[in-house]
């Protein structure tokens, strides 16, 4: 059953239009509704394409995080083969948020990171929502070490509201392990490509998204801080949170603009929740496009320098 959002209301209305018509014709064979149905899609169409044309910062959020939209197990599921998942930092246990392992995209062996939400109660307390505790950032080190060694490509698929915040998280070292894997994306030898998939948050999206080419989709975020932790802070009034994502600069077009990310994937009116099929396969085609443009004839310290340099020029353009 789709899941309407607020804003989509008169799609949500029409398309219900639509059903009661078809229950109603499922009883009565002899009902023709076939024009009165072709009619009220057509307005369905329309009535999305114009809501999706002049979405605000703030519906982008809601769109990034619709519990439909397509996580980084739908992505494995549809676009990587020969997936073997690997687990545990080797120093305290295993982090479900954060997924990692190896498989091939295109035929292409790489290492794959991201963070996983989950799509049920049983799976998103597994996943802990996507955010993730030291654990998961150290063992997304030992991959991208392993990765490094073997001359392996990386892949992240961003998707989470922000690292774990716990107490727990907290004494065994959030914060440096955080620091650690964004170091060890950056000093990666081999290329390495981000994508923001729906939310990416604060620190706990930058520690694998520190990359040679970072993409979002269309309606996708990322930010220094959530919309309502923003307006916590700004105004002490998390309901302000629709201000602060139009002040804080969070969608794709603006990143592109402000040089932090470097391209943006696609998505059909009414997102990547009701074309999943479709926006996996664009993002399949990005990745595939980079894996074979993007390495070229550098070695492993002229990787690392494009990467320093990347940065290093975020926000020039505007200066």
């Known amino acids: 059953m789709q899941s309407y959002l607020d804003f989509e209301k008169p799609v949500a209305d029409l398309e219900g239009k639509i059903s009661e018509l078809k229950s109603m014709a499922a009883g009565d064979r002899a009902v023709g509704i076939d024009e009165e149905v072709t009619r009220l899609s057509a307005r369905a169409e329309e009535a999305l394409a114009e809501i999706y044309k002049k979405l605000t910062p703030w519906q982008k959020t809601q769109v990034a995080r619709h519990p439909q939209r397509p996580h980084l197990s739908d992505y494995l599921r549809t676009i990587v083969t020969e997936w073997v998942p690997l687990a545990g930092d080797r120093k305290f246990g295993e982090d479900s948020a954060i997924q990692a392992g190896f498989g091939r995209i295109g035929g292409t062996p790489v290492a794959i990171l991201g963070q996983e939400k989950g799509s049920s109660t049983e799976t998103r307390l597994k996943h802990n929502f996507g955010m993730a505790r030291p654990e998961g950032y150290r063992k997304a080190v030992r991959i991208m070490d392993m990765a490094d060694r073997f001359g392996i490509p990386v892949v992240s698929f961003i998707d989470t509201a922000g690292a774990y915040p716990g107490i727990g998280a907290e004494e065994r070292g959030q914060a440096e392990a955080i620091a ?30 520190t990359a040679n080419r970072v993409l979002m989709l269309e309606n996708a975020i990322y930010s220094v801080i959530s919309p309502e932790g923003g307006a916590s802070i700004l105004w002490r009034d998390a309901a302000k949170a629709q201000d602060a994502a139009n002040a804080m600069k969070i969608t794709a077009q603006d990143l592109l603009a402000f040089g932090v990310i470097d391209g943006i994937v696609p998505e059909p009116s009414g997102g990547a929740h009701r074309h999943a099929e479709l926006v996996m396969n664009e993002t399949k085609k990005a990745i ?26 975020i926000g020039s353009a505007l200066v």
Request: proline letters at 4%.
């Open 180 to 209: 650690r894997s964004t170091e060890k994306s950056l000093e990666l030898g081999v290329p390495n490509i981000a994508i923001v998939i729906g939310e990416g948050g604060s620190g706990g999206a930058i520690a694998i998204a």
């Open 288 to 313: 595939e496009s980079f894996l074979v443009t993007f390495p070229g004839r550098m070695g492993r310290l002229e990787v690392r320098e494009h990467r320093r340099e990347k940065f290093l020029a």
